[in-house]
């Protein structure tokens, strides 16, 4: 935009008018342009572990790390293809590596996150416990309340659309919720016990996790656009 500005004062064409209106208008597409992309939602997405750090094993040996690693970059996809590239969307970790908790919130804070879920399968020593949960933070912020909404919206398409149990909207004090409340909204949302065979063989399948990673997205697109 500058570099057609300067072009504009430099240019010694006799007859400016004619090169000025197409010139305007391009310059006034590309503050739209601007505008749009300024308005892009950054959403962080948290994929679990990773590396030698493998989460929780499914009673059918798969890995929560994986799981959640796929998810995610489901997501990314779902957002390109679906939403249009409506959502400004990052991950934590993009490969099978271990990042530490800090770090997570680090990156979120500086790409000035609008919203931050971390993503988790669950685990349990009762093999009957099943169904999703979400985690919001404990400490008191300005965020406090929309991760409160953000995880109900999580909650309530993944329930409804998918058929799994609501265990509900919990606190804690998990140092990734902790250390983003003071600056976005965050959630940890545990989408279901890979210690229940009928759980831990519904991630095995590739497009049971695509409408995982779509029920994520529904929600964060619910949250986002009823945000007052
Ligand atoms: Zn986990």
Same mark, same amino acid.
């Given at each position: 935009m500058l570099i057609t500005l300067k072009f504009l004062k430099w240019e010694?064409? !006799?007859?400016v008018k004619l090169w000025l209106r197409p010139l305007q208008v391009f310059v006034i597409l590309m503050l739209q342009g601007c505008l749009v992309f300024a308005q892009r939602k950054v959403i962080v997405i948290d994929p679990g572990h990773g590396g030698k750090d493998s989460g929780a094993i499914g009673?059918?040996?798969?890995?929560e790390k994986k799981v959640v690693l796929n998810i995610a970059m489901e997501i990314l996809s779902l957002n390109k293809t679906?939403?249009?590239? !409506?959502f400004d969307i990052y991950l934590t !970790?993009? $490969?099978?590596t271990l990042i530490s908790l800090s770090d997570r919130t680090k990156l979120a804070k500086a790409l000035n996150a609008d919203v931050f879920i971390s993503l988790h399968c669950n685990h349990a020593n009762n093999s009957s416990a099943k169904g999703v949960e979400v985690y919001v933070p404990n400490s008191n912020s300005r965020f406090t309340d929309g991760a409160i909404e953000l995880g109900l919206a999580v909650l309530n398409e993944s329930t409804i659309n998918l058929g799994l149990k609501n265990r509900g909207d919990k606190i804690a004090n998990f140092q990734v919720l902790r250390e983003s409340n003071p600056y976005y909204p965050a959630v940890l949302f545990e989408?279901?016990?890979? $210690?229940?065979k009928n759980e831990a063989d519904y991630f095995l399948k590739t497009n049971n996790r695509s409408a995982m990673a779509l029920v994520i997205l529904m929600g964060l697109y619910n949250f986002l656009n009823t945000e007052s």
């Open positions: 010694p064409l !006799r007859n009673v059918n040996y798969l890995q679906i939403f249009e590239n !409506r !970790r993009y $490969t099978d989408m279901g016990f890979v $210690t229940n």
